[in-house]
């Protein structure tokens, strides 16, 4: 991995159109867990929109990790030094947050001992999946942020610390994991939805991100896009998507799923990685102007605190809401949701994320030479 990316690696300047594909994953978490089931078409939303998630984290955790391996590979500053930065920046973005809406929800809800222990130590993934199923309508969406915790207290030591080729094949490897852990956990006895709940599972996902982040450092990012076999690749993936949405149309439950149901139906990565990079570089006409327009530029940016709390908003069902129609309902949810993650990020999250400005990723000058030494 060469220590000066080229030029085109990567697009300068702020990528609009991802933040619109987070919004369109929030949404679609949020649709899956605001109506009804006769409202979700046969199709699993909430698992759409958390492995959209899943390929746009890969993807931008990995690009802002090969910018630190170039740091380090310039001898600017050491690996131990360039870790840290990263954790302490995430730590500030995501902790805070979680665990100011956890102690909230730890006094306020029933919740059992066990799911307690898993939230409170980012494992409630293992738990969930384990245990055959999540217990807390309010928190269930939690075991997805577990999963990226985990994921992240691995990946950047394989980024930082392999050779370009190692990074390569470890993430070659990921994608082979993802999909055996679930069909392994599926042919086990586990529920269809709790296969992909354990990290292994998501490996694929997370991976396939980090996939375009590798291959548009090497090649660019519109270059990458244009080429011929980008393109094949794209209607393969679209293919395989579109095969998946047919399996879970037609599938019930686990009652009626076969192993290669579950291999098709989540094997989702591909196309969101294609559709990844198209944002990266700028998709045209319409979608490029949706994607890029302010609603969902806005939605993308709190997506965090959309996140968290869209599924609290339905504790309003039990204040009288639920007698309403389903369609009465979203709006209601929607507006609740939006106020409190605009409330969180301007009056929590960003004045936290004003911190991250105290760890720069890259070290000063005048640091530099004691991180050498210390490498």
């Known amino acids: 991995m060469s220590s000066t990316p080229p030029p085109s690696a990567r697009p300068a300047g702020h990528l609009a159109q991802l933040d ?14 605001w109506m009804p089931k006769r409202f979700h078409l046969g199709l699993n939303w909430g698992a759409i929109g958390v492995d959209l998630f899943f390929v746009l984290s890969g993807f931008l955790i990995t690009g802002i990790l090969l910018d630190c391996r170039a740091h380090v590979e310039s001898g600017a500053q050491s690996v131990a030094f360039t870790a840290r930065r990263f954790y302490a920046r995430r730590f500030l973005r995501i902790f805070p947050l979680y665990y100011a809406a956890l102690i909230v929800a730890t006094l306020a809800l029933p919740l059992a001992a ?14 969930g999946a384990f245990a055959g199923g999540l217990s807390g309508t309010f928190v269930s969406h939690f075991w997805s942020l577990a999963v990226e915790e985990q994921f992240y207290l691995v990946w950047p030591w394989v980024v930082l610390c392999l050779t370009r080729r190692g990074v390569l094949w470890a993430t070659f490897l990921a994608l082979l994991i993802g999909p055996l852990s679930r069909h392994l956990m599926f042919t086990n006895g586990f529920a269809f939805d709790a296969t992909r709940m354990i990290t292994p599972s998501c490996l694929d996902l997370l991976c396939g991100g980090a996939l375009v982040a590798l291959c548009a450092r090497a090649r660019g990012v519109a270059e990458l896009a244009a080429r011929p076999a980008t393109r094949v690749f794209g209607l393969a993936a679209s293919a395989l998507a579109l095969w998946g949405v047919w399996i879970q149309t037609r599938v019930e439950g686990q009652a009626g799923a076969s192993a290669l149901d579950v291999l098709v139906v989540y094997s989702r990565w591909p196309f969101f990685a294609w559709l990844v990079l198209l944002a990266a570089r700028g998709l045209p006409g319409v979608l490029g102007r949706v994607l890029a327009s302010r609603p969902l530029g806005y939605v993308g940016q709190i997506s965090y605190g959309v996140y968290v709390f869209h599924a609290f908003a339905l504790v309003l069902d039990r204040f009288g809401l639920a007698q309403f129609h389903p369609l009465v309902r979203l709006p209601v949810y929607a507006l609740v949701t939006l106020v409190l993650a605009t409330l969180s990020w301007r009056f929590f999250e960003a004045p936290i994320n004003a911190f991250k400005d105290r760890f720069p990723y890259r070290d000063r000058p005048a640091e530099a030479g004691s991180a050498r030494r210390a490498a």
Do not use: D, E
């Not at 619109?20 to 949020?30: E, N, S």
């Not at 066990?114 to 738990?127: I, K, V």
């Open 20 to 33: 619109g594909l987070r919004a369109l994953a929030v949404l679609a978490v949020c649709w899956h867990h």
């Open 114 to 127: 066990g799911t307690l222990l898993s939230l409170w130590t980012y494992t409630f993934n293992l738990y």
